[in-house]
């Protein structure tokens, strides 16, 4: 009996030891200050270990007014800023590339870009949603899947 249970216990250290830590974007977090169009700010990627196999390339960003526009819909692009940016139009970064993907459970930042003729109702502190959708793989069937995240910035145009 002390046997099997001993055995058991080495089998899933063993089983921990040599399994890869993935982890998930969880949640995301952004500045509480309030921001003006064309700079930059810093969004936090909280992520947390998940057991099954994935995979997690691509983060996109946008924003609208306050409550945004639903979950699927991201409202108007965001680009990162820095290595993995997907480009200057498009607001989004390539994880992989810029080695954030699956990085354990810890947090990681991506700095964001606000676009520089973005413009505020009556040049006022306004709320937007700031969206977050990845994409990313899951399982031996290499299921894609899209997960979304959003939190609410400040905005106020000059």
Known sequence: ???????????VGCFLLI??????????????TVLHPGHKFT??????????????FYALFGIWPSPGLGESYLGIPIPAVG???????VGGIDLWEATLANTGSKAF??????????????????????????LGTVGASRLTTLSFHNTTIRIKSP
Do not use: C, E, W
Request: hydrophobic content about 40%; glycine content about 6%; overall charge positive.
């Open 83 to 89: 290595p993995g940016k997907l480009g200057i139009d």
């Open 43 to 56: 969004v936090t990627f909280h992520t947390s270990l998940y057991i099954q196999n994935n995979l997690q």
């Open 109 to 134: 930042n991506v700095t964001l870009r606000l676009p520089v003729d973005l413009t505020t109702p009556g040049n006022r502190t306004t709320n937007y949603t700031l969206q977050m959708g990845v």
């Open 1 to 11: 009996m002390k046997t099997s249970i001993l055995t058991s216990i080495l089998s």
């Open 19 to 32: 399994s890869p830590a993935l982890a998930l974007v969880g949640s995301i977090s952004a500045p509480t």
